[in-house]
């Protein structure tokens, strides 16, 4: 080994052993236990952070609550040692009527990323780009409270139309407050790389819903996380080395146990890959 290869590979190494130390957060996409929730939001809470869980993340239900209550959930939050960092909101919350009580929720909850969860029926790309300047422009509103809003991509905005993926569209339209939320799952779906995707658009990427898919049609997003078909060392390890990672939320759609187990066995799967 020449002098200049050992050097490239030594400072490679220890950036890897500075991704795995790195204290990042990991919680829990609160879909990924939607009945429960649904039946006893404050138990639901309290069981996932039993589970070890440092964060959660809300989706769009939390829209319909009063200021009374996101208080009252912050404070089981704070009790729990437990934090929010960010929502999941349907596009509906970005209307001009709708988008200061999501701020006033998100600011309450400690929150500062309302994240659009989808863009609705999207058909051409110039629709994308008025979905890309609907993002800059909450953006540029929620700025001034501290707050910052970003896009949570599925199968459909990586199928290409006129020849151009819209999530290329996103991601160029956009400015960079704008965070691309990974959803590694259907990114891998679509046949993605989720290394490369991040390379391409470094720092952009605050978020990422940690969830698996397994190109067996039997099994897809039932698998659990690392039992499927992502290269989940190597994405930790760009997601905090490129991707600007600020918090990892696991997202299950089902699995061959209950939710609360499929979410404690996620969690210890994490743990174990991340090193």
């Given at each position: 080994?020449?002098?200049?290869t050992?050097?490239?590979q030594a400072a490679?190494?220890?950036?890897?052993?500075?991704?795995?130390?790195?204290k990042?957060p990991?919680?829990?996409e609160?879909?990924s236990?939607?009945q429960?929730?649904?039946?006893?939001?404050?138990g639901t809470?309290?069981?996932?952070?039993?589970?070890?869980?440092?964060a959660?993340?809300?989706?769009?239900?939390?829209?319909?609550?009063?200021a009374a209550k996101?208080?009252?959930m912050?404070?089981?939050?704070?009790?729990?040692g437990?934090?929010c960092?960010?929502?999941?909101n349907?596009?509906?919350?970005?209307?001009p009527?709708k988008?200061e009580?999501?701020?006033?929720?998100?600011?309450?909850?400690?929150?500062?990323?309302?994240?659009m969860?989808?863009a609705?029926?999207?058909t051409?790309?110039?629709?994308?780009?008025?979905?890309a300047?609907?993002l800059n422009?909450?953006?540029?509103?929620l700025k001034s409270?501290g707050?910052?809003?970003?896009?949570h991509n599925?199968?459909?905005?990586?199928?290409?139309i006129e020849?151009?993926?819209?999530?290329?569209v996103?991601a160029?339209e956009?400015?960079?407050?704008?965070?691309?939320?990974?959803?590694?799952?259907?990114c891998?779906?679509a046949?993605?790389?989720?290394?490369?995707?991040?390379?391409?658009?470094p720092?952009?990427f605050?978020?990422?819903?940690c969830?698996?898919?397994?190109k067996?049609?039997?099994?897809?997003?039932k698998?659990?996380l690392?039992?499927g078909d992502?290269?989940?060392?190597?994405?930790?390890?760009t997601?905090?080395k490129?991707?600007g990672?600020e918090?990892?939320?696991v997202e299950?759609?089902?699995?061959?146990?209950?939710?609360?187990e499929?979410a404690?066995?996620?969690l210890?799967?994490i743990k174990?890959?991340?090193?």
């Amino acid at each position: 080994m020449n002098r200049r290869t050992f050097l490239v590979q030594a400072a490679a190494s220890a950036g890897l052993l500075a991704a795995k130390g790195k204290k990042i957060p990991i919680g829990l996409e609160l879909y990924s236990v939607r009945q429960e929730l649904q039946k006893d939001d404050v138990g639901t809470v309290k069981a996932v952070a039993k589970l070890g869980y440092e964060a959660v993340e809300f989706y769009s239900p939390y829209t319909g609550w009063t200021a009374a209550k996101a208080k009252e959930m912050r404070k089981l939050l704070d009790d729990l040692g437990v934090k929010c960092p960010s929502t999941h909101n349907s596009a509906t919350t970005f209307a001009p009527d709708k988008i200061e009580h999501a701020m006033e929720l998100n600011k309450i909850l400690g929150s500062n990323l309302i994240i659009m969860a989808s863009a609705g029926r999207v058909t051409d790309l110039a629709g994308w780009k008025g979905v890309a300047e609907k993002l800059n422009t909450a953006a540029d509103k929620l700025k001034s409270a501290g707050l910052r809003t970003g896009f949570h991509n599925h199968l459909v905005e990586y199928q290409p139309i006129e020849g151009k993926m819209p999530m290329e569209v996103l991601a160029a339209e956009t400015t960079k407050n704008v965070v691309l939320q990974l959803d590694v799952g259907t990114c891998v779906e679509a046949g993605v790389d989720p290394v490369a995707w991040m390379k391409k658009y470094p720092g952009r990427f605050a978020s990422m819903h940690c969830k698996d898919w397994s190109k067996d049609p039997a099994i897809g997003f039932k698998s659990l996380l690392g039992e499927g078909d992502a290269k989940w060392k190597q994405i930790f390890a760009t997601a905090e080395k490129v991707g600007g990672v600020e918090c990892y939320m696991v997202e299950q759609e089902g699995s061959r146990f209950t939710p609360m187990e499929t979410a404690e066995k996620c969690l210890a799967s994490i743990k174990k890959l991340r090193g």
